[in-house]
């Protein structure tokens, strides 16, 4: 009988234990800031009652202050990600985002978003998805995202990138690299006409031969006045009615790829989602805009943006027909 190869198992001292997370309200928002529904008591109120086929189509005042929120989260997870590095605590890069966040004029919408405690997400080697900034430093080797949602003229725009911290191993720039590339095949592959649900096909056709696993417990997502809305944008196979591009959409694509199990564990907190054997996940995510021509990323880098050694010197922000 054959043996099974053995599987790879990250040492227990690297991954991530639960700190010190401050209450919801321990970051002031000004008054003047516009805030979403669910901002005093954590509950939204506002809901799309469409069947997941039936997509909005954006005016072209909403795709305005869609670009305007796109372009604020970008220059907040811009901010915020210049700070990472060896012993600086997520805690820290949370006041950072929220501090840029207000400076701009903008609501942090994860904070109180369902009694979400923080301004940002920031997830951490084997944290899936939802990680809470807490007090625990960085080390060198980890690999971090951070994932930024700020709430503009009645408009939410949400992005997120990875972040080495140090030097990492090569596992880890392997993950990276080939979670970014199966991302940006997603994203190019975006067009009028286009079902949904092909989305995560190519995703998990491109990590053939990787060995990475696409998470299916968490999807992309429909967004615009609504954090979260139609169409849910799965990152793998699939056969689900969830609609067709069309021109003035706009959704994210956030695939969460695995070097391990896709199988997750929660956290007391309720929200942190962790590999269930320790293995190391990450993602990347843009707001994307369907127009008449393709795809643009509403929350695309800018020429001040930082790049990252995987961009290869280039961070497309639109994706013509081919």
Known sequence: QKKKPR?????KDEMRKAGFVHPVG????PPGILLPDYARDGVPKAMDLRPSWMVETKSAS???KMRAAGRVAREV???TGREVKVGVTTDFLDDVAHAATIERGAYPSPLNYHGYPKSICTSVNEVICHGIPDDIPLKAGDVINVDVTVFLDGFHGDCSEMFYVGDVDDRSVSLVEATYDCW?????ACAPGRPYKELGGIIE????GTGYKSVQEFCGHGIGKLFHTGPNVLHYKN??????????QTFTIEPMICEGTILSNKWKDDWTAVTKDGGRSAQFEHTLLITEGGVEALTGKTADSPLQPWEK????TRWPLS
């Open 239 to 248: 056969t689900e009615p969830n609609g067709v591009m069309a021109p003035g």
């Open 313 to 316: 010197g280039v961070a497309p």
């Open 7 to 11: 599987t790879y198992v990250r040492p």
């Open 77 to 79: 997870l811009d901010a």
């Open 205 to 208: 056709d491109r990590l053939k």
């Open 184 to 188: 940006q095949a997603a994203i190019a």
């Open 26 to 29: 321990h970051r002031a928002v």
């Open 62 to 64: 909403d795709i305005e």
